[in-house]
């Protein structure tokens, strides 16, 4: 079954404890991308990765870092958690988010989500 | 800016058909998309416009105007398990990642 793996689903953790949320994917996508989700904020994207060795910031990277040694993994790291990243976050992948009007023939390859993990830091 | 607007909630009854509006500012534009989101789950893919115009899926329609900056998502025939929040996503051009931007969402209660 075609899937993004997330774990773990839940964890609850304290301030400055570093952890690690894995996330795999069993479609040969070539992105991936990170989002955190809060009340009224929306997803709003961490990092993203157009493929292996090839990641960057979306538009809320600070205290997190991503790595993607391998094209099905992409593990979002938080060196030293604070309260503020308290959240619900996703990964994502797709074929590469390529131009409809430039003959890319991927420009509508939906993402497909895991399941989430809901961090707490206290 | 980047701006994607949608209705925070709405409401209907099961039966009826809801549209779910959601306009957008973006720099360029490559695609709308729709995602359903039930509470506490990931979200799941619903449709993508591109060109102008209407796209059905059985219950669930998209149409998008691009001139106007605005697409709109139709249920038909509700169910009570369409109760959830209905995510408008553009893909905007720039660079080397045709970035997806996503609005806030409208949560959507279905009613008996």
């Known amino acids: 079954e075609a899937q993004v793996t997330q774990n773990p689903r839940y964890l609850i953790t304290v301030t400055g404890k570093k952890l690690t949320v894995t996330c795999s994917q069993n479609m040969n996508h070539e992105y991936m991308s990170w989002y955190r989700q809060d009340p009224g904020l929306g997803l709003r994207q961490i990092y993203y990765s157009m493929n292996v060795e090839v990641t960057d910031k979306g538009d809320v990277p600070e205290g997190y870092k991503v790595s993607r040694k391998e094209k099905r993994n992409f593990p979002l790291i938080l060196e030293s958690p604070s309260p503020n990243q308290t959240s619900l976050y996703f990964c994502?992948?797709?074929?590469?988010?390529?131009?409809?009007?430039?003959?890319?023939?991927?420009?509508?390859?939906?993402?497909?989500f895991g399941n989430g993990t809901r961090l707490t830091v206290t | 800016g980047q701006n994607i607007d949608q209705p925070t909630e709405m409401t209907a009854t099961e039966g009826a058909i809801v549209q779910i509006n959601c306009t957008y500012q973006t720099s360029g534009f490559n695609g709308l998309f729709w995602y359903q989101q039930h509470a506490g789950e990931a979200p799941t893919f619903l449709s993508y416009n591109v060109l102008d115009g209407l796209e059905e899926k059985g219950r669930f329609s998209s149409f998008l105007s691009r001139s106007k900056g605005y697409s709109y998502l139709l249920l038909k025939e509700l169910q009570m398990k369409d109760s959830a929040s209905y995510l408008c996503?553009?893909?905007?051009?720039?660079?080397?990642?045709?970035?997806?931007?996503f609005g806030t969402g409208t949560l959507l209660a279905v009613q008996p």
């Open positions: 996503a553009v893909r905007t051009q720039g660079g080397a990642t045709n970035k997806l931007i």
């Open positions: 994502a992948s797709s074929l590469s988010p390529t131009s409809p009007w430039t003959g890319g023939d991927s420009y509508n390859s939906p993402l497909h």
